[in-house]
């Protein structure tokens, strides 16, 4: 079975629900209440109450799908399995995003109020080199909370639950001494009227701007790959960080209204909106002296913790997509020591501090929940097609009434993200922008590499199953032999079965129907071939077939039979305009789901006296060794291990080099001496090392674009000595660009 990287179970059920509240009580309440009030008016209340119900519709859908599905990624896993692309990528791409300008907006309203506590300290206002004060704050938090996700998990969750109950008991400070001054004032509900001054427009323009507060349950559900017992705390997780949250939302808007004096010629809600991200503060300040202070510190605390679950979560989202090849590999390694996905937050990271510096956070904001929304769509369109597709699997939570439940979640959300636009243009500017940049990465980059994966997993998987197949891709009779004897070589080792192919290519004006009386040709050289392979003991079926391209058929083949290696002869001489566009064989290493081997000169098992393997770093050398014994044990030959050095190489790079080939023949268990040679040139040193009756069994080379053009490669220079018969094998990767791209096009 294919090897995954997975993440420990260390958070409880008080973790994730902390995370999730952690979340959510952060920008709606610090950041954002103020912005709302100017919006919505005194309905600012209604606008939190519809925002938890809206938020609660697609909080079953998490729950269920978190409960039966736990991985990390939440959304993007779920909507990535049950519909078709591009949909898992972009729900991805949208997240990763989404919550990465989500922590932008919680570091800079971080740094706007401990730049408001210096100010209060009496500390002058500055700037620092191009930036405000308040952003270097932003950007430094960014980067302390960065380091303590990249400590782990646990550190993580223990920092998050100080600062979420911190923030609590200050929230619940402030509402306390709201509603007395509010109950003290005789003309307090006053300050309600009129309710609606912008009318529903107001309150659907809030609820847009807001939505992005409600979103915490998400981080719980991308978060569940690391919970004990998802099936049972996932769902009492989302639920439980809404029920806590929602009524905290509705009594900061109550007693924010209610309890606040606005100057003369001003309403309450006008004189919030012109506070923005320190509505919170003034209104305390007015409520107890020194209270100002206290909310400072706890909006502080809020956007620490926020920041910390939404850092953690962003990584994460990279991680996942790293690890099903939509993103760079690299993005997907777990380091070795903390076990947590280093690159991915260093990377998430970097454009959290971007986006913090750069950008124009309001209509960002914005952007961030189209995206969320248009994420939360693809969320509850998965969960019906996962409950009709994978009605077995068992879920620790069953959504009511499906699916009517979210099928209302999906238009309540369309709803608002269309009306976002009637305020915020820039908003979907923005989103449409990133929306499109990602399709462009889907279809330019990760298409390929994920279908290469999926082929890489697939492939292992058989090799587990020990359902080995060999294809043997024969183009004339005189390469019979010589690819037969590998094939069966190889086959035998892991008690395997050859499938021989064939291809008829039919000239471009031609139907592919016209290929059928190429098949005559064909078909005495397969029939010959699978009765070789009958002499061998090795099982053996022939295929023929019928394409415009020899590298296609061969390609497509061996798609289509699962084999687990790729036999090819030896590529004809070419010129250089033929090295430009790639030859057959290139075409196909480059393009085959499998492990390739290429056969240079004739392979006689009468004559083959000793197997010889040249070891340099890398998967291709180690395959190779790992391949040797089934030729030394076919022949009965003994086995020599190599590593050639160049005579002028330093002492330093000498032992690094004969180090990095003894690390390849231990990963490859081959169990034999290395003997180190010293030679002025690699490829020339390999002829003369060679000896009559030697098999080399070689990895792949990995020359330059342009040197690959312009001379041999070292196989081919020993091939075309004509003295030893060679197997240069590649390993299965991702998909390389073609001689053509890298030539006339940077490297990705």
Known sequence: MAMQVRLSREMRLIDSTMIGVGAMIGAGIFVLTGLAAGVAGPALLLVFLLNGIVALLTAMAYAELGSAFPSAG???????????????????WMSWFAQAVACSLYSLGFGAYFALMLRSFGVPEAASGFMTLDKWFAVIVCVLFSF????????????????????????????????????????????????????????????????????????????????????????????????????????????????VTAPAGMGVTEYLGSEKETALVTAAGQFVRGGGIVILFGGLLSTLSALNATIYSTSRVAFAMARDA??????????????????????????????????????VAAAADIMFLLLFVQVNIAAIRLRRTRP?????????????????????MLFLAVFLFTHYPMAWVAAGGWIVAGAFVYYGYSRKREAASIEREEWMERIERKEYRVLVALSAPRQMKSLMEVGCAIARRHSGELVVMGVAEVPGGETLLAGRRMVRQIEPLLGE???????????????????RRVS?????????????????????????????????????????????????????????????VPVTKGAHSELAAELAPAFAERYGAPLRAITLVEWWTEPAERDRQVAEARETLKAAGLDVELEVLRRREVARGMVQTLQKGDLAVMGGPSAGAVATLLVDSIPEIIGNVGRNPIVVVRDVEERRAQRFERVFFSRS
């Open 74 to 92: 939440g959304g993007y896993v779920w909507v990535k399995s049950a519909l078709p692309d591009p949909n898992g990528f972009l729900s991805g």
């Open 148 to 259: 303590i996700n990249f400590r782990g998990a646990s550190e993580t969750v223990k920092a998050g639950n100080v600062v979420t109950v911190g923030k609590v008991l200050i929230i619940g400070a402030f509402v306390a001494m709201g509603l007395w001054v509010m109950f003290g004032k005789t003309e307090w509900i006053a300050s309600f009227d009129p309710f609606m001054p912008q009318g529903w427009g107001g309150v659907f323009a809030a609820m847009g701007l807001t939505f992005i507060a409600f979103e915490g349950y998400e981080i719980i559900a991308q978060t569940s790959e690391e919970v004990e017992n998802p099936k049972r705390n996932v769902p009492r997780a989302v639920f439980l960080s809404l029920l806590i949250v929602v009524p905290i939302y509705l009594l900061v808007a109550l007693v924010a209204v209610g309890a």
């Open 326 to 363: 939509n993103l760079p590999k690299v993005l997907g390694r777990v380091h070795a020591k903390r076990a947590t996905p280093h690159w991915a937050i260093l990377c998430s990271t970097a454009l959290i501090v971007t986006m913090a510096v750069t950008l124009p956070i309001e209509d």
């Open 392 to 412: 077995e699997v068992e879920r620790g939570f069953r959504i009511p009434l499906m699916p009517l439940i979210p099928i209302l979640a999906i238009g309540t």
């Open 529 to 547: 071939a699978v009765k070789y392979a009958s002499e061998q003991n090795v099982p053996a079926h022939a295929v023929v077939k019928i394409a």
């Open 552 to 612: 296609h058929g061969i390609v497509e083949t061996a798609r289509e039979e699962e084999c687990n290696f790729l036999v090819l002869g030896q590529p004809r001489p070419q010129s250089i305009l033929e090295r430009l566009v790639a030859s057959v064989v290139e075409r196909v290493v480059m393009g085959a789901p499998c492990q390739v081997g290429v056969v240079y000169g004739s392979v006689d098992g009468e004559r083959i006296q000793r197997i010889v």
